[in-house]
């Protein structure tokens, strides 16, 4: 088993950024490639980030490339979304995500999931 905790989440002007972090135990971390999911109100979930076990890897959505980055401590057993140029699109609930296999994030296909934390961006 393996437990996700996020935190980081707030309420930011457009423009402005936030950086979340999601802190995993249980199971080894380096095993599990990670990812980063939102769901806005009223709407489907939807993948924003992943990155490989070694963090060597990394994927995103089109719409946060270029805004939103994605790196993991292994040591830590910690992952972060550095989340810039915010938007009000953005504002949803996000959770982090671990799979073994980092393909399988980009599908919304994960073994483990976090509660989420809510990010909500004014305009």
């Known amino acids: 088993q393996v437990q996700l905790v996020e935190s980081g989440g707030g309420l930011v002007q457009a423009g402005g950024s936030l950086r979340l972090s999601c802190i995993a135990s249980g199971r080894s971390f380096n095993n599990f490639a990670m990812g980063w999911f939102r769901q806005a109100p009223g709407k489907e979930r939807e993948f924003v980030a992943a990155i490989e076990r070694s963090g060597g890897r990394t994927s995103y959505v089109d719409s946060v490339k270029g805004r939103f980055t994605i790196s993991r401590d292994n040591d830590k057993n910690t992952m972060y979304l550095q989340m810039n140029s915010l938007k009000a699109d953005d504002t949803a609930v996000y959770c982090c995500?671990?799979?073994?296999?980092?393909?399988?994030?980009?599908?919304?296909?994960?073994?483990?999931w976090g509660q989420g934390t809510q990010v909500t961006v004014s305009s």
């Open positions: 995500a671990a799979d073994l296999k980092f393909s399988d994030l980009g599908i919304q296909k994960a073994d483990y």
